[in-house]
């Protein structure tokens, strides 16, 4: 089992950045594909981003449209634990994010594509 906690989330203007952390025990993840979602109210949960691992010893990154170019994934495997880096941050960014992780390789981008999951932070973009 994985266990899975994020952090970092919290009130922050338009324009402004924050950086969310998403710590891993239970097993080491290294080679997991991770993932960052998010849910706003009253909309289903969507992927954000994702880092999977690559046969070149490498890791691919995907993101979604709507933050391509202003948010950043990225690991620590000393530290078991992925990172957003999220900045440009916009009103309709404001959401609960989850971080998930999954054994299986591959781009994965659909909730029911991974096995575990993190309680969620909540992050607000005031205008």
């Known amino acids: 089992q994985v266990q899975l906690v994020e952090s970092g989330g919290g009130l922050v203007q338009a324009g402004g950045s924050l950086r969310l952390s998403c710590a891993a025990s239970?097993?080491?993840?290294?080679?997991?594909?991770m993932g960052w979602f998010r849910q706003a109210p009253g909309k289903e949960r969507e992927f954000v981003a994702g880092?999977?691992?690559?046969?070149?010893?490498?890791?691919?990154?995907d993101y979604a449209d709507s933050v391509e170019g202003r948010f950043t994934t990225f690991r620590d495997n000393a530290e078991n634990t992925l990172y957003l880096q999220m900045n440009s941050l916009k009103p309709e960014d404001t959401a609960v994010y989850y971080c998930?992780?999954?054994?299986?390789?591959?781009?994965?981008?659909?909730?029911?594509?991974?096995?575990?999951w993190g309680q969620g932070t909540q992050v607000t973009v005031s205008s």
């Open positions: 239970g097993r080491t993840v290294t080679s997991y594909t």
């Open positions: 880092t999977r691992w690559s046969h070149s010893n490498t890791y691919y990154a």
């Open positions: 998930a992780a999954d054994q299986r390789v591959g781009p994965r981008i659909r909730v029911d594509q991974y096995d575990y």
